[in-house]
């Protein structure tokens, strides 16, 4: 059976930091209410002129550098991101001219905060039907750009940053010892879309637009589905939540990592949690978890991994993975 096994992963966060107690400077909020109520304690943003493309660009030439491998052994490019350079083309078309890549093909997932569990699902598919050898999955996002300085309930809780990751084919058993992506399990709800919302875009506005959210309500959704993701995810790869090393989330709110682990019965020491240094970085959120917890040494070969993570649509999802 062909898995999608893990090379090497990478990541990338712009140098500006920017603390609660910035914010609060023009914000009317307060760094206890931010550390409080969600775990986040500094963010990074995007450079003025730098963009969603250039964070892909140096999170992918990482995991290339990690994966040891060239760009030109790559047949696909999967970048999730909601905050592209341009309404088109794709950001990974850009990252794939910057990598002096000519071959294979480059698009976008748009899942927002769930996009690399997503871009991962369609790269994990290419790679299984054999369509594809070499895979990069990318996720970027400059959330700085989409947030309305004027609504202190959304803009103390996004940063910008990219992580990636390359996968290739490898042969498996077909058994949950194999190495490698063992399931994915993506799911979307529509019916949610006032619930967490850009109000803008090329064909109604013309404009960006601003990011909109009834956070209290995303929160309750986020625990349920993110849980039932994970179960989902593991029965289809037929390892207990309790075989689980380590569980690498979208980090949104700290108190949403420790619901989901309290419901699901996880030792709150197997979450990796990067919300106090980076705070929501949507879709790059995941793979900035999975890098540093790489980096640190916690995850070790052999390890089982199971990501997740839920955003805008709804759309949700989760990915478990042998290291
Ligand atoms: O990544 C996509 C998925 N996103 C999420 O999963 C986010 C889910 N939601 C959340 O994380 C939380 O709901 C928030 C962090 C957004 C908000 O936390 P909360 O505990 O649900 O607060 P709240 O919205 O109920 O607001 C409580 C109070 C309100 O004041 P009153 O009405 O009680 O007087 C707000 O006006 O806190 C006030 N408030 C603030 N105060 C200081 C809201 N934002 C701020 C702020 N600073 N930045």
Not at 11 to 16: A, C
Not at 62 to 91: K, N, Y
Not at 96 to 112: I, S
Not at 243 to 268: C, M, S, T, Y
């Amino acid at each position: 059976m062909i898995r999608s096994i893990v090379l090497g992963s990478g990541s990338y966060l712009p140098e500006k930091i920017v603390t609660n107690a910035d914010l609060s400077a023009t914000v009317d909020t307060s760094d206890e209410w931010i550390r409080t109520r969600t775990g986040i304690c500094e963010r990074r943003f995007a450079a003025e002129g730098e963009k969603t493309s250039d964070l892909a660009f140096r999170a992918a030439r990482a995991a290339l550098d990690a994966a040891r491998i060239g760009a030109q052994d790559i047949d696909l490019i999967v970048c999730a991101t909601t905050t592209p350079d341009e309404t088109f083309p794709a950001v990974a078309t850009m990252v794939q001219a910057r990598l002096g890549m000519t071959r294979g093909a480059a698009f976008d997932v748009q899942a927002v905060c769930s996009g690399f569990v997503f871009a991962l699902a369609v790269a994990d598919n290419f790679i299984r039907t054999g369509t594809v050898k070499r895979a990069l999955v990318i996720g970027a996002d400059c959330m700085s750009r989409l947030m309305d300085w004027n609504d202190r309930t959304t803009c103390v809780l996004f940063g910008d940053g990219a992580g990636a990751v390359v996968l290739a084919a490898d042969e498996g058993a077909g058994d949950s010892r194999d190495r490698g992506i063992l399931a994915t399990a993506i799911f979307s709800d529509g019916r949610m879309h006032d619930l967490l919302y850009v109000d803008g875009g090329p064909s109604s506005t013309g404009t960006t637009g601003h990011l909109r959210m009834q956070g209290k309500e995303v929160f309750r959704h986020a625990v349920n589905n993110i849980a039932s993701s994970m179960e989902a995810a593991a029965k289809a790869a037929g390892v207990a939540i309790s075989d689980v090393d380590w569980f690498v989330p979208h980090q949104a709110n700290q108190r949403i990592l420790d619901g989901i682990a309290k419901k699901l019965g996880i030792d709150e020491a197997k979450v990796v949690s990067t919300l106090a240094l980076q705070g929501n970085t949507s879709a790059a959120s995941v793979p900035l978890a999975l890098t540093a917890a790489v980096a640190d040494g916690r995850v070790k070969p052999g390890d089982l991994l199971l990501l997740e993570a839920l955003g805008g649509g709804f759309a949700w999802g989760a990915a478990l993975l042998r290291w």
